[in-house]
C-alpha cells in the first residue's frame, strides 16, 4: 500500500453540477498527478502539481482545474460535470529531484458517477 | 490518441506458467518506462521500472525488456500466481510532442487459473 490517501471514495453528481476531490501525498513527495480513468481503459493525465504551481497539463477542458496546498496535498476541481466525466479518478504522488522521481505512487481512486 | 498500446487486452494462463505481456510505445523520446499493475478496486501499483540505456532488469519474478529499435517492452512474469491475476500497464514518460506526461496505455488484463 502506498501511502497517498484519496477521498471521497466513491461520489454520485449530477450533469451540471460542480465537485472537488482530494488528495494527501505520500510523506516525503512534492509532487501530485491526476489521472483520470474510464472503465477499461488506461489511466489519462490530467494535470500535475509542483511546488503548488500547475507542472503540466494533459488534453482536459479548462473546467478541470487543481490546486496543490503547502502540505502538498491536492485537490482536483471539476466544474459543469458531464456524463462522461463518469470515471475513476486517481492521484498519483512522487518525489520531484529526488532519485525516483518519475516514479508514481498512486491512491486508490474516487469513483465519480454522473448522473 | 495514446502513445503506448498493448497487443493484447486479454492473458489466460494456468497457474506456474510464465506469462509475457507486450507493449509497444510510440514515442522515441521516452527513456524511462515503468510497468503498472492494477488490482480491482485499486490503484496502479509500481512492479518495476526500466530506463532507455539499459535493454533488461529483473526483478523478483518479473523482468522487464527493452526493444528501443521497434520499440516496444515486455513483462515477463515467471511462476505465475493467482494473486498475479490484474491488469497491467505499461507507461512511457513521455506524451505527444515529446511533453513530460507520462502515459499510459490501455491495459491488459492477465486471468491466472489454478
Known amino acids: 500500500e502506498t501511502g497517498v490517501t484519496q477521498s471521497p471514495t466513491h461520489l454520485i453528481k449530477t450533469r451540471g453540477q460542480q465537485v472537488t476531490l482530494r488528495c494527501s501525498s505520500q510523506?516525503?513527495?512534492?509532487?501530485v498527478s491526476w489521472y483520470q480513468q474510464a472503465l477499461g481503459q488506461g489511466p489519462q493525465f490530467i494535470f500535475q502539481?509542483?511546488?503548488?504551481?500547475?507542472?503540466g497539463r494533459g488534453n482536459f477542458p479548462p473546467r478541470f482545474s487543481g490546486l496543490q496546498f503547502p502540505n502538498y496535498s491536492s485537490e482536483l476541481n471539476v466544474n459543469a460535470l458531464e456524463l462522461d466525466d463518469s470515471a475513476l479518478y486517481l492521484c498519483?504522488?512522487?518525489?520531484?529531484?529526488?532519485?525516483?522521481?518519475?516514479?508514481?505512487?498512486f491512491g486508490s481512486g474516487t469513483q465519480l458517477s454522473v448522473l | 490518441g495514446e502513445s503506448v498500446g498493448l497487443h493484447l487486452p486479454t492473458l489466460s494462463v494456468q497457474e506456474g506458467d510464465n506469462s509475457i505481456i507486450n507493449c509497444a510505445y510510440s514515442n522515441s523520446a521516452s527513456d524511462y518506462f515503468i510497468w503498472y499493475k492494477q488490482e480491482s478496486g485499486k490503484g496502479p501499483q509500481f512492479i518495476i521500472d526500466i530506463r532507455s540505456n539499459m535493454d533488461k532488469r529483473q526483478g523478483q519474478r518479473v523482468t522487464v525488456l527493452l526493444n528501443k529499435t521497434v520499440k516496444h517492452l515486455s513483462l515477463q512474469i515467471a511462476a505465475t500466481q493467482p494473486g498475479d491475476s490484474a491488469v497491467y500497464f505499461c507507461?512511457?514518460?513521455?506524451?505527444?510532442?515529446?511533453?513530460?506526461?507520462?502515459?499510459f496505455g490501455r491495459g491488459t488484463s492477465l486471468i491466472v487459473h489454478p
Open positions: 507507461a512511457e514518460n513521455r506524451g505527444p510532442g515529446g511533453s513530460y506526461i507520462p502515459t
Open positions: 502539481y509542483y511546488r503548488e504551481e500547475e507542472n
Open positions: 510523506s516525503g513527495h512534492n509532487t
Open positions: 498519483a504522488s512522487s518525489s520531484t529531484g529526488g532519485p525516483e522521481g518519475e516514479k508514481l505512487f
